[in-house]
């Protein structure tokens, strides 16, 4: 099993920045990739970015390229999340998840840990 824990969330204004950490724990030797994904309001779970936990091969939706930062530290189990230029759609609950496959993964579907989730919200 492996326990994801989400922090960083919360309220700024558009153009603003914030960082989101997800802290990994239990069998992390076991996970291939991590990824970031979105609920807005009223819509469906939306993949944001992932990162193999090695540090490379980085992929990014198209809605947040250029803006958004996924990067990690292996020391501490930790993948973060550097969110630039923010803008009143990207108000969502972000969740953290984890694969421990060789997928493409970038479909939630494909992952098989998830964490609690944190609220984003872009006021603008």
């Known amino acids: 099993q492996v326990q994801l824990v989400e922090s960083g969330g919360g309220l700024v204004q558009a153009g603003g920045s914030l960082r989101l950490s997800c802290a990994a724990s239990?069998?992390?030797?076991?996970?291939?990739?991590m990824g970031w994904f979105r609920q807005p309001p009223g819509k469906e779970r939306e993949f944001v970015a992932r990162i193999t936990w090695s540090g490379g091969n980085i992929y990014y939706a198209d809605s947040v390229k250029g803006r958004f930062t996924i990067s990690r530290d292996n020391a501490k189990n930790t993948v973060y999340l550097q969110m630039n230029s923010l803008k009143p759609e990207d108000t969502a609950v972000y969740y953290c998840a984890a694969t421990t496959a060789v997928k493409f993964a970038v479909t939630a579907s494909e992952y098989d840990y998830w964490g609690q989730g944190t609220q984003v919200t872009v006021s603008s």
């Open positions: 239990g069998r992390t030797f076991s996970v291939y990739r």
